[in-house]
């Protein structure tokens, strides 16, 4: 199994440009999130979704749009990149084990918007 | 999520036990104690998770006092491997799968060849 994959896995970003972070998991895993990490912080989660189709806003979730349209992927979208959202994002899956959810990451995407 | 209170940072020797202490006083009583680590330029690595008793498997063993307001991640023989920054989470029963994670600032672990 491959796990949690991201694409791409760096990319710099000019103000106001767009683009899509894409996340694959092979593990049928029902619950995907989308966190970004900023340095010298810990991760804070942007959006998530609790299966195909859903999505939900996390704790920062604006400027910031997701789509799960098949179980396995989870695409992340910048609409208008701005510099506060030079960050490194990390996509996860979770499954339920032992009767709470492990949270399994991807290797993380490096986003520089100048 | 119930807060929880880690050292900043701990230095152990490699081949030498580790003991990454946890304070988690508010925990509810369907609470799961959740530890994560980070290497450097990598995404969070799920270590082990436990509820009540002590819980073993191939990375480390948790240890969690009889009172639940304590545990020990315990890391039995490190090696440089496992310098990272170590993270205790509460996550409340299944219920709450859903949710997200919430990071603090972990205890960042030296390890000394």
């Known amino acids: 199994n491959a796990g949690v994959t991201q694409t791409p896995k760096f990319r710099v970003l000019k103000t106001g440009q767009s683009m899509t972070l894409l996340c694959a998991q092979d593990?049928?895993?029902?619950?995907m999130y989308w966190y970004r990490q900023d340095p010298g912080m810990g991760l804070r989660l942007i959006h998530y979704?609790?299966?195909?189709?859903?999505?939900a806003k996390g704790e920062v979730p604006d400027g910031y749009n997701v789509s799960r349209l098949k179980k396995q992927n989870f695409l992340l979208g910048l609409e208008s990149a701005a510099p506060s959202q030079t960050s490194v994002y990390f996509c996860?899956?979770?499954?339920?084990?032992?009767?709470?959810?492990?949270?399994?990451f991807g290797p993380g995407t490096r986003l520089t918007v100048t | 999520d119930a807060k929880t209170t880690q050292p900043n940072s701990m230095e152990s020797n490699e081949e030498e036990p580790v003991h990454l202490p946890c304070n988690h006083s508010t925990i509810s009583g369907t609470d799961y104690i959740h530890w994560y680590r980070q290497l450097p330029s990598q995404g969070p690595e799920y270590v082990i998770h436990?509820?009540?008793s002590n819980v073993n498997n191939r990375m480390a063993s948790l240890a969690i006092a009889e009172d639940r307001k304590s545990s020990t991640l315990i890391l039995h023989r490190a090696t440089l491997r496992d310098a990272a920054v170590y993270y205790c989470i509460l996550r409340p029963y299944s219920g709450g799968g859903a949710d997200g994670l919430t990071f603090g600032k972990g205890t960042h672990l030296i390890i000394q060849p």
């Open positions: 593990m049928n895993h029902e619950y």
């Open positions: 436990g509820l009540t």
């Open positions: 996860a899956s979770s499954r339920l084990a032992g009767g709470s959810y492990e949270q399994y």
């Open positions: 979704s609790v299966g195909e189709g859903t999505t």
